[in-house]
């Protein structure tokens, strides 16, 4: 081999290296981007009006915005405030559930928590900060709980969870949270159960370093109480405030007894309350899915929420878990000695009698009855300091 030779075949040599090294940097920056953008905690899409937050104009783009990846805001986007926030694109196409710009943090920073930008209302240019993403096991949690049945006055609560934001919401201080959950309540006539429930979920949300807000769904009337036709209430109307990511379909009378039971997104439609001490702390069935329960926005919409015909006690829950199975589901557990929760004592309502025949029919009626033909009137909601309250009147569905 000649000289010349040689020295062409090592410049090959070497090309081919270079080649091989940019496409190997290239599969990495894709890998890293893909990993760093998650839109399910980051995206957040503005209204498309303007909107007015603590004496702050803000104007959003009429096709929307979606924010992700570290950068400065400019003040024409975010007003006269200097957000350091994500990287800005536009929505290419409408959507339908929009996140507005929350004007409520103290601190004097701008903060991205769960889906919404936290901004400062001081000063006209904000410190200004990014977060990372809250760790996927909580750091602060204690496991089992002492459980309090007899809380004290609401005020006496309403003061010492300042961490609490109005209308019962709350989102880690140091960290972006990773699941946007809805704790919807169904109730009536329980304000004793709802204080407790209230004064001993609050703090064990917070150390699970969620965004959540809870939704206690009011039925208005003397007619049988219908607590999955609350449940669809929750579901839509909470949806009006902010694309949360699941929900937690929660009974008034039910305390958590360990924070381990995380109050976060499932992968499977989760029954949360495994073990709870009228029972023994033992699962009654295999297919039980009452008490306490998760499930993704998604999977709701998927199974078409629950069934409105069940007025009075019993039977929504088994036709939820016949639904879930029906659309290829299964029903998630955590182990029983986390799933824990004590049951506060409550006369029983008087009971559906028509409530087998409707779940030997329900298949009948998955696509027909539930979200699809949910009719209320919302008559009032207001945001006191620890929850939402949205009062109904419920119309019954017209057979089909």
């Not at 949300?205 to 669809?232: D, H, P, T, W």
């Amino acid at each position: 081999m000649t000289a010349a030779a040689a020295v062409a075949l090592w410049h090959r040599a070497h090309l081919y290296k270079a080649i091989v090294c940019v496409v190997l940097a290239l599969i990495a920056i894709q890998y890293l981007l893909s990993g760093v953008i998650d839109r399910r905690s980051i995206e957040t899409i503005f209204t498309i009006n303007t909107t007015r937050y603590a004496d702050r104009t803000y104007r959003h783009h009429p096709r929307g915005l979606i924010i992700y990846g570290p950068v400065t805001a400019p003040p024409s986007i975010l007003g006269n405030v200097n957000v350091t926030a994500t990287s800005l694109h536009w929505a290419g196409r409408n959507q339908s559930n929009f996140t507005k710009l929350e004007a409520v943090s103290s601190t004097g920073n701008a903060y991205i928590v769960g889906s919404s930008v936290e901004a400062s209302t001081g000063n006209s240019t904000a410190n200004s900060t990014v977060l990372q993403r809250c760790p996927l096991i909580p750091p602060n949690l204690v496991g089992p709980l002492a459980v309090s049945k007899s809380p004290p006055e609401l005020s006496a609560i309403e003061k010492g969870f300042t961490d609490v934001k109005p209308g019962g919401r709350g989102y880690p201080a140091d960290c972006v949270a990773r699941h946007r959950v809805a704790i919807v309540i169904p109730f009536r006539d329980r304000p004793q159960h709802l204080q407790a429930l209230l004064y001993n979920l609050h703090p064990m949300l917070l150390r699970q370093q969620i965004y959540y807000q809870i939704f206690v769904v009011e039925q208005k009337g003397s007619e049988s109480f219908n607590r999955a036709m609350l449940m669809n209430v929750g579901y839509i109307e909470a949806l009006k405030e902010r694309p949360f990511d699941c929900f937690i379909f929660h009974d008034v009378d039910l305390l958590p007894e360990d924070d381990r039971n995380l109050y976060t997104c499932p992968e499977q439609p989760r029954h949360m309350s495994v073990a709870v001490d009228k029972f023994k702390y033992r699962l009654p069935y295999a297919d039980l899915f009452g008490g306490v329960s998760a499930m993704s926005r998604e999977q709701f919409r998927l199974v078409n929420g629950f069934s409105n015909v069940f007025w009075g006690w019993g039977g929504e829950d088994d036709d939820m878990a016949n639904r879930i199975k029906a659309h290829g589901l299964h029903i998630s557990r955590y182990p029983a000695n986390v799933a824990r929760y004590k049951m506060l004592t409550h006369k029983k309502e008087k009971a559906n009698p028509k409530r087998y025949e409707y779940l030997k029919t329900g298949k009948k009626r998955f696509t027909t009855d539930g979200l699809s033909n949910l009719q209320y009137e919302l008559v009032d909601k207001q945001k006191p300091k620890l929850y939402t309250w949205l009062l109904v009147k419920l119309t019954p569905p017209q057979p089909s």
